[in-house]
């Protein structure tokens, strides 16, 4: 049962355990693609507002939300190099989670709570990216992209063109005729993926408005949400796809 007592657990969790654990997850990313040389590299901590910046990190005013590893190229470009890259964030959520349950079981760190939220985050991120699927958007998890490299040869990375409000990576209201013989897909489970998810946008109306028709939609939403739009429009179009050869 919650109760008020669990709120500074909760509070600890989401504003300083799990933004530690993404930057985990995205210096995986981060390091490696160094490693390699990538070119235009940036890692981008949170959304919304900037707080803080230099040439290649960049921390987001919500440091807790979502966080993501941008750059054009590496060098060399090949499979196995690729496929280092979608392994780096398991590598090293595994390896920080090795680390910490040994010094755990050593006493050399508490046994306690933060300990225990801490490991908890690390795995199920560790899970999340091991399971071969794609995400709603036909974007392909690591362990997807990693089974896809294998098996197919070829990389499942996925992008689309652009649109007047979206863009390449994430341009999800924009439909096409058949999904299933567009050119950017690679596997027919992939584009399947997208085929349902375009299905369902068509099917969904706003629910915020139900009285509007389709021409005034892009006016159905408020300030705040129109600002958000903005600002993920502005970060998607700065951000080309990290996976693509």
Known sequence: ????????????SALIILPIVMIIREGGYYLVATLLGATNKKMTIGCGPILLKT???EVRKYFFMNSWVEYDEIHPDSKFWHGLIYSAPIISMLGVATLINFLVGQNVLP??????IFLFYLFFYILFDV????????????????FDLIWHGESSDFVKPDANTESKSMQHISSYEDPLNYSETTTNAQAETIANMNRDQRNRG???RPETTSEHNNNSYTTAQNK???NRNRDIQERDDHNSF
């Open 206 to 208: 706003d629910h915020t």
């Open 1 to 12: 049962m919650f109760g008020i007592t669990d709120i500074p657990r909760l509070l600890m």
């Open 228 to 230: 958000t739009i903005r």
């Open 55 to 57: 040439k290649t990190i």
């Open 111 to 116: 046994a306690n709570t933060f300990w225990d």
């Open 131 to 146: 399971v071969p699927v794609y995400n709603a958007d036909g974007q392909p998890t690591n362990g997807r992209a990693i």
